[in-house]
């Protein structure tokens, strides 16, 4: 059974850097078939796929456009985790954000939800 | 605005079939497989369906989906008040390169 585990602050200051963590059991995050993602929901965006990163004999990361110029999602072999770092936060970028891992080709395990509010 | 198109309320009586329609384009639902989740208040969204049609292990046989072109369709028999939630679909975008949603759709059980 595949267990991710999130942590991180859930109040971050505009123009700061998001960070999260998603701790996996169950699996390896040097897999080579699953991809570890990051998604977040929001009342006024719905759910948004930000990107993952993946090992296919070696690593690969893949980025939505919309946050492609402020956003790292890198893996942690050593702790099996993987991380989300968002740059440059605005208010619109509160919401619950969410790891998951893609196996097969769909999500199927998600982690808990952070919620993430962007405030001074 | 989500890529893709979904109600954004259904509803039923308990006992009655309802379904959930999600409309996408060439790029997605017409070129991949469409995903279900289930997502109760508070917590996070729960795999319903996968590649279409097919039913996780533990999830009853009164939830079916299907696909046709660019649209596919959540189908819950026997409705019961425990159905009551947010329906989410979901598919690879080959144009984005990325996982695309619908809005959700609530379900209210009457």
């Known amino acids: 059974q595949v267990q991710l585990q999130q942590s991180g602050p859930g109040l971050v200051k505009p123009s700061q850097t998001l960070s999260l963590t998603c701790a996996i059991s169950?699996?390896?995050?040097?897999?080579?078939?699953?991809?570890w993602n990051w998604i977040r929901q929001s009342p006024s965006r719905g759910l948004e796929w930000l990107g993952r990163?993946?090992?296919?004999?070696?690593?690969?990361?893949s980025y939505e456009a919309s946050v492609r110029s402020r956003i790292n999602i890198n893996p942690d072999t050593s702790k099996n985790q993987f991380s989300l770092q968002l740059h440059s936060v605005t208010p619109e970028d509160t919401a619950v954000y969410y790891c998951?891992?893609?196996?097969?080709?769909?999500?199927?395990?998600w982690g808990q939800g952070t919620l993430v509010t962007v405030s001074s | 605005q989500s890529v893709l198109t979904q109600p954004p309320s259904a509803s039923g009586t308990p006992g009655q079939r309802v379904t959930i329609s999600c409309s996408g384009g060439?790029?997605?639902?017409?070129?991949?497989?469409v995903h279900w989740y289930q997502q109760l208040p508070g917590t996070a969204p729960k795999l319903l369906i996968y590649?279409?049609?097919q039913r996780p292990s533990g999830v009853p046989d009164r939830f079916s989906g299907s696909k046709s072109g660019t649209s596919a369709s959540l189908a819950i028999s026997g409705l019961r008040s425990e159905d009551e939630a947010d329906y989410y679909c979901?598919?690879?975008?080959?144009?984005?390169?990325?996982?695309?949603f619908g809005g959700g759709t609530k379900l209210t059980v009457l």
């Open positions: 998951a891992r893609t196996n097969d080709g769909y999500v199927d395990y």
């Open positions: 169950g699996d390896s995050v040097s897999s080579n078939s699953a991809a």
């Open positions: 990163t993946y090992y296919r004999s070696k690593w690969y990361n």
């Open positions: 060439r790029s997605n639902i017409g070129s991949d497989y």
């Open positions: 590649r279409n049609n």
């Open positions: 979901t598919a690879w975008d080959n144009g984005l390169s990325g996982w695309v």
